[in-house]
C-alpha cells in the first residue's frame, strides 16, 4: 500500500530530529572506535552547485566526461545527450526546435541550469537544447529524478547542469585555442576560447558562429525522394566572464552569455511549402559572490535573462514577437555544524514576466521561497544523509490572481556496502505551477489550469570493480512518479493545455561499462537502458480512452550502446542508439515506429610545432535510417562532421 503525503511527511520530519540528535551525539562520542581506523573515503565532486553536490547523497547524477566533451565541441546538447544518455530528446528536425524529456516528464517538468541558474524560457517554462552550444560550457551534468527541494517547484522530471569552469588565479598565465568544423548539409562552423590569469584577476570568452543548409533528402507520404526546403540557419553565441579574488576564499565574479539563432522552419510533411522562419535571441548576466572560512561559506547569485521568439508565416501574414524576462537571485549559507554534518539554508527569488503584444497588459509570476537542508555522514563516510525542506509562495499576476503556499520536503540517501557496492534511496515532493504561455498564450491559453502535484521516489545501486586488466561499472536505477493535474497540450487548429487527473510513471534504467586496459590499448563498451511507462491513471474526461496508455512521446525504450577504443592518441567509436515506440495520441490509436542509429566517431591528439593539434570526425546515421522524432518531421539520412582544434597559446 502507498504511502499518504501526510505520512511521508511525517517520515521525513521525523527523520530529521532523528539526524539532528545523533548529529549532536556523535559530537561528543567516545574517541576510541574501530570505525575510525577504516581510511577516509574521498567523494567524487559531481557539481560546481553545492545544492547538487553536498545535500544530494541518494540522487543520481551522471557527469559526462571531458573527453566525450571534446568529441563534440562543434556540437549542441541536443545532439550529445541523445547520443549519450538515456534521455529522450524530442527533436523537430535537424535545424528545428529540440527540448529534453526525464523518466517520461514532460519538457515543462525538466530543468536547465547554467551555473546554478534556472535558464528556461520564462513564458515557455522549457528549454531548446539544440540552441545551446558544447563549446560554451566547461562541465555538463544531468540530475536524474525530481528535486523540488533544493532545485525549485518545476523540477520533476530532472535538470540538466551547465557549468563553466571555475575561476582560477595564476600569474601571468594565458590560453587561446581555435576551433573550425565543415560538414553535411553545407554545415560551417567555429569558435574561439581564450582566458587570462592573474594573482588577482581572472578573464575568459568564448565564441561560436552555426551556418548550415539543411538540403538533405526525405521521402515524402507518396514515397517519393525530396530535398528539403526552406532549411537554411546560422547562430552566434559569445560569453564573457570575468573574477577578481578580493582575498583568498574570497571571490566575486562576473558572466554575460548572449546569443542568437535565426532558422528557416521546413514544411511537415502534411504542407507542400514552408515559408516559416523564427529568430532567438538570449541575453543572461549573471554576478556571483563567494567566499568560504574554515567552516562557514557564504554566497550570493543575481542573474538577469531575457528571451525573444520572433516567429514569421508570410503566408498567412503571422507574426509573433515574445519576449520574456527573468530575474533571480539566491543568497545562501553552509555551515560545517561538527564532524559529522553540514548545513545549508538558502532564500531563492524568482520573478518571471511578459508584455503582451499589442497591450500595455504585463503577465507576471513571483516565487519566494527559504530552504533548509541538512546532510549527514556516519561510518568514515559510508553512510551519507539528507534531509531538507522548502517552504515556497507563488504570486501570479494576469488575467487570473495565483497567491499560493506550498511545503516540499525531501530525503535521500546513500550508503557503502563494501569497496565495490553503494546503495541509495531519495523521496521528493514535486509541484509545478503552470506556466506564463500556459495561462495566457493567445490563441489557446487556459487560465483554468489547476498546479501538477504528487510524490516522486526512486532508488539503485552501484558496482565498482577493477580485477587485473578489467574495470567494471553497473549502476541500477527503479523510479515511481505520481502526479496529479498532469498539463498536456491537445487540439488542432488551436492548442490548448489540459489537465490530466492523474498520471503515473515508473520505470528501470541503467548504466554499465566494461573496460580492458592492456599496454597502450583501452577497449570499452559501454550500455545504458531505459525503460519508462508513464500512463494516465484517471482522467476529467470521460470515456476518453487514455486510461492505462502511455503519455504521448514518450518512449518505452530507450539506449545507447559505445564499443571503442583507444590507442596513444587515438580513439575510435561506435555508437548504436534505439528509441521505442511513440503514441502520438492520447489514446495509443496513432504511434511513429521505433528507430536505431548508428554513428561512429574517431579523435586525434597530436603536438605539432609547439601546440596542441586536435582531429575530431563524425559519421551519424551510418545505416541512413529513415526516421521521424516527431510526426511529419523527417531527420536526415547519414551525414558527417569533421572538426580541427588548435591550442595557439
Known amino acids: 500500500m502507498l504511502m499518504t503525503s501526510t505520512g511521508k511527511i511525517f517520515l521525513l520530519a521525523s527523520l530529521m530530529m532523528l539526524l539532528l540528535f545523533i ?15 577504516v581510511k577516509v573515503r574521498g567523494k567524487h565532486k559531481r557539481s560546481g552547485d553545492v545544492r547538487v553536490n553536498d545535500f544530494s547523497p541518494g540522487q543520481k547524477v551522471k557527469t559526462i566526461d571531458s573527453v566525450t566533451l571534446q568529441q563534440y565541441q562543434l556540437q549542441n546538447m541536443a545532439g550529445l545527450l541523445s547520443q549519450q544518455e538515456p534521455v529522450f530528446v524530442k527533436s523537430y528536425g535537424f535545424n528545428g526546435l529540440a527540448t529534453l524529456s526525464f523518466r517520461g516528464a514532460s519538457a515543462a517538468q525538466s530543468e536547465v541550469l547554467w551555473n546554478g541558474v534556472p535558464i528556461q524560457n520564462a513564458a515557455l517554462g522549457i528549454a531548446d ?24 517547484s518545476g523540477n520533476v522530471g530532472g535538470a540538466l547542469l551547465l557549468e ?31 582566458s587570462m590569469s592573474r594573482s588577482r584577476w581572472f578573464f575568459s570568452a568564448s565564441g561560436y558562429g552555426q551556418y548550415g543548409i539543411d538540403n538533405y533528402r526525405y521521402i515524402t507520404q507518396s514515397g ?47 504542407e507542400p511549402y514552408s515559408v516559416q522562419n523564427q529568430a532567438d535571441v538570449s541575453l543572461r548576466l549573471l554576478a556571483d559572490w563567494e567566499k568560504q572560512t574554515d567552516k562557514n561559506t557564504w554566497y550570493v547569485k543575481s542573474s538577469f535573462i531575457q528571451d525573444k521568439v520572433d516567429y514569421n508565416d508570410n503566408e ?21 555544524l561538527h564532524q559529522y554534518g553540514q548545513l545549508l539554508l538558502f532564500t531563492p527569488l524568482q520573478v518571471s514576466w511578459i508584455n503582451v503584444a499589442d497591450s500595455n497588459k504585463t503577465k507576471q509570476q513571483d516565487k519566494i521561497a527559504i530552504v533548509l537542508a541538512y546532510d549527514y555522514k556516519q561510518f568514515n563516510n ?7 525542506a522548502r517552504a515556497e509562495k507563488i504570486i501570479g499576476r494576469g488575467d487570473t490572481t495565483i497567491n499560493s503556499n506550498i511545503f516540499l520536503p525531501g530525503g535521500d540517501a546513500t550508503y557503502v556496502l563494501t569497496n565495490w557496492l553503494s546503495v541509495r534511496a531519495n523521496v521528493q515532493r514535486t509541484y509545478r505551477e503552470p506556466t506564463l504561455n500556459e495561462l495566457y498564450y493567445d490563441p489557446g491559453g487556459n487560465t483554468s489550469l489547476k498546479p501538477e502535484q504528487g510524490w516522486s521516489e526512486d532508488a539503485g545501486y552501484t558496482v565498482k570493480a577493477k580485477l587485473n586488466s578489467f574495470s567494471i561499472y553497473h549502476d ?95 580513439s575510435v567509436n561506435y555508437i548504436h542508439t534505439y528509441t521505442g515506440y511513440r503514441f502520438i495520441t492520447t489514446d495509443e490509436s496513432e504511434y511513429l515506429p521505433p528507430y536505431q542509429t548508428g554513428n561512429v566517431q574517431i579523435m586525434y591528439n597530436a603536438m605539432l610545432h609547439g601546440r596542441v593539434w586536435q582531429f575530431t570526425g563524425q559519421c551519424n ?4 535510417e529513415q526516421y521521424q522524432v516527431v510526426a511529419s518531421r523527417p531527420m536526415p539520412g547519414i551525414n558527417w562532421l569533421l572538426g580541427l582544434k588548435i591550442s595557439i597559446l
Open 476 to 570: 541500477l536505477s527503479v523510479f515511481n512518479r505520481d502526479i496529479h493535474d498532469w498539463i498536456i497540450w491537445l487540439g488542432g487548429a488551436i492548442w490548448t493545455p489540459h489537465n490530466i487527473a492523474e498520471v503515473h510513471s515508473r520505470g528501470v534504467e541503467t548504466e554499465n561499462n566494461l573496460t580492458y586496459t592492456v599496454g597502450k590499448w583501452k577497449l570499452h563498451i559501454d550500455l545504458n537502458t531505459a525503460y519508462i511507462l508513464s500512463t494516465t491513471v484517471a482522467s476529467y474526461i470521460y470515456n476518453d480512452g487514455s486510461i492505462g496508455k502511455q503519455i504521448p512521446y514518450t518512449p518505452r525504450y530507450n539506449g545507447q550502446v559505445n564499443v571503442g577504443f583507444t590507442y596513444k592518441k587515438v
Open 621 to 624: 546515421n551510418i545505416w541512413n
Open 382 to 388: 559510508r553512510l551519507d544523509i539528507a534531509l531538507n
Open 23 to 37: 548529529g549532536n551525539v556523535s559530537g561528543q562520542a567516545v574517541k576510541d572506535t574501530t570505525l575510525r581506523e
Open 164 to 194: 563553466n569552469d571555475a575561476p582560477f588565479f595564476v600569474k601571468d598565465s594565458n590560453s587561446l585555442s581555435a576551433s573550425l568544423g565543415g560538414g553535411s548539409f553545407a554545415q560551417f562552423m567555429g569558435g574561439l576560447n581564450g
Open 316 to 336: 498567412i501574414m503571422l507574426h509573433t514577437d515574445n519576449t520574456a524576462y527573468q530575474y533571480y537571485q539566491e543568497i545562501g549559507w553552509k555551515k560545517q
Open 224 to 270: 517519393a525522394k525530396m530535398p528539403m526546403p526552406n532549411d537554411t540557419m546560422h547562430s552566434g553565441s559569445v560569453m564573457a566572464r570575468a573574477a577578481y579574488k578580493i582575498a583568498d576564499g574570497n571571490i566575486i565574479s562576473l558572466s554575460a552569455w548572449y546569443q542568437q539563432d535565426h532558422r528557416d522552419i521546413p514544411p511537415a510533411l502534411f
Open 129 to 152: 537544447v539544440s540552441t545551446l552550444p558544447v563549446m560554451m560550457t566547461g562541465n555538463v551534468g544531468i540530475v536524474y529524478g525530481g528535486s523540488g527541494a533544493l532545485l525549485g
